[in-house]
């Protein structure tokens, strides 16, 4: 069972990306979906999460800027970032809590570099 991310890249301040995460392998169900980032240099941090009936939740920093959505039927989490700042230069990581033959895991994706230039 893996996530896969993808849709990073460099974008100039103001702009927009959207970022995906798709599952793969034997799932049964997955629980809670979410985006992390890590800066250099910087802790790991939440970015946003969504439950299965949609309840999304969001860091400060980001707030009014990103919008995080899913897809239950796929098992994907998108996360549509706009007005992209310098300061959200990161890579980006999905998680998710996923349940399998062999009981629930967290997984991580591999994790997708977001460049945002002044």
């Known amino acids: 069972v893996q996530l896969q991310a993808s849709g990073g890249g460099l974008v100039q301040a103001g702009g927009s990306l959207r970022l995906s995460c798709t599952t793969s392998g034997s799932i049964v169900s997955v629980g809670v979906m979410g985006w992390y980032r890590r800066a250099p240099g910087k802790q790991r941090e939440l970015v946003a999460t969504i439950t299965t009936r949609g309840t999304a939740t969001y860091a400060d920093s980001v707030k009014g800027r990103f919008s995080i959505s899913r897809d239950n039927a796929k098992n994907t989490v998108h996360l549509q970032m706009n007005s992209l700042q310098p300061e959200d230069t990161a890579g980006y990581y999905c998680?998710?809590?996923?349940?399998?033959?062999?009981?629930?895991?967290?997984?991580w994706g591999q994790g997708t570099q977001v460049t945002v230039s002044s």
């Open positions: 998680n998710a809590a996923v349940l399998t033959t062999n009981g629930f895991s967290p997984l």
